[in-house]
């Protein structure tokens, strides 16, 4: 399963975009980019999943570029409420794969 | 539709004790994974389920059991119960199908062992 790298934590503003990097630079041919976001005291929440170009939902967009050895999800115009903990996981889920790993995450918080 | 729903929302345990943490899901998933989470950790999978009567180890194993009698439920077993296991539990469902990281998941059993 390919390691992946986000920053720890990052600040930004009520309005604002915010874009989250994670570093995967040994993804594997099948493998998907999915995040996630977490508030305290509950289970994750899946955001997006992508695997090449750009995913657009109505919560987040995904964007990869054509060597996938990174990926960008960006929140567009941040409220106090986006303030919780984004995963990024890469992998291929099909059959009995048991490494799904987390990490540790972004912590995000959204100042007014 | 309930989604996954886990029992009990807090337990404190003694040292040696044993208990169930159960987990059940209405959405027909086949796929049922039990993740531990601890205080500013990101999740590790414990054991996963890719349907009923099929098992497997995750990351983190060691002092845990499972069992899959039904597509439904997925109950996770603490056998003499350790400080080291006090953490906040996750179960999560997901459908069945290559690629689908998009698991479902309960709002935990936070357990306290003493």
């Given at each position: 399963l390919a390691k992946t790298t986000q920053p720890i934590s990052m600040d930004s503003y009520e309005g604002q975009e915010v874009n989250i990097t994670c570093s995967h630079n040994n993804i594997a041919t099948n493998d998907y980019i999915t995040w996630y976001q977490q508030f305290p005291s509950q289970g994750p929440r899946f955001i997006i999943q992508g695997y090449k170009t750009k995913v657009t939902n109505e919560v987040a967009s995904l964007f990869i570029p054509a060597d996938r050895k990174s990926s960008t999800l960006s929140l567009p115009r941040?409220?106090?409420?986006?303030t919780a903990v984004y995963y990024c996981l890469v992998g291929a889920l099909g059959?009995?794969?048991?490494?799904i790993i987390f990490g540790k995450g972004t912590r995000l918080h959204i100042l007014p | 539709n309930a989604g996954v729903t886990q029992t009990p929302k807090f337990r404190i345990l003694k040292i040696g004790q044993s208990m169930t943490l159960q987990c059940t899901q209405d959405m027909n998933h086949n796929y049922m994974y039990w993740y531990r989470q601890d205080p500013g950790m990101g999740l590790k999978l414990i054991y996963y389920s890719v349907g009923a009567g099929i098992t497997d180890k995750g990351e983190v194993p060691n002092g845990y059991n499972v069992s899959r009698s039904t597509t439904e439920d997925f109950p996770l077993r603490l056998e003499l119960a350790a400080p080291s296991q006090t953490s906040v539990y996750f179960c999560a469902s997901s459908y069945?199908?290559?690629?689908?990281?998009?698991q479902y998941f309960g709002p935990g059993t936070r357990l306290t062992v003493t």
């Open positions: 941040v409220s106090l409420s986006d059959g009995r794969d048991d490494k | 069945e199908g290559a690629h689908s990281y998009e």
